[in-house]
Structures are given as C-alpha cells and as structure tokens.
C-alpha cells in the first residue's frame, strides 16, 4: 500500500470515527450515519489498496515467466534447429 493510500484510508477512518462519536453524543443520528459511512469508506479504501497491490505483484511475477520464458525459448529454437544438413 502506497503512503498516499494509507494516509488517505487513515484520515478517512479517524474523520469518520470522530464524526460517529460527535454525533453519538449530541444524538444527531445523520452525523453519526455520515461518520459510520465515512470511517467504512476508510477501511474500504485500506481492502482495496491491498487488492490493487497484491494483483500488481501478480502482474509482476507474470511479465517475469514470460521474460524468462522467452528468454529460455529462444534457446530451445536454436537448439530444434540443431546442426545444418550437408547436401549431396
């Protein structure tokens, strides 16, 4: 998770947390609803990032194969080749 992400989902769980208990105390049911929804945007945003790591990481280690791959395969070609036939 990128630090951008993860100040991003933090702010947003702790504006929200603060919101739910403002409105928990002064028995604004809209706020708290807002803040409810706010710090779940915040653990949202936290799943979401990891996901977005997690398929990067994939993504990598797929190209990675494919280079050795190619790599390896450009071998096996040269040897399928093999020797050059003599002509009669």
Sequence with gaps: MSLKD????????????AKEVEGKVTGDK?????????KTMG??????????DAIKDKVDDIKDGL??????GTDKVDKAEGPEKKQD
Excluded: F, W
Aim: charged fraction near 50%; glycine fraction near 8%; charge should be positive.
């Design 6 to 17: 993860k100040a991003d989902s933090m702010k947003d769980k702790a504006s929200g947390t």
């Design 30 to 38: 809209a706020r708290e609803g807002e803040g409810k929804i706010q």
């Design 43 to 52: 653990k949202t945003k936290d799943v979401l990032s990891d996901a977005k």
């Design 67 to 72: 280079d050795k791959n190619k790599k390896s």
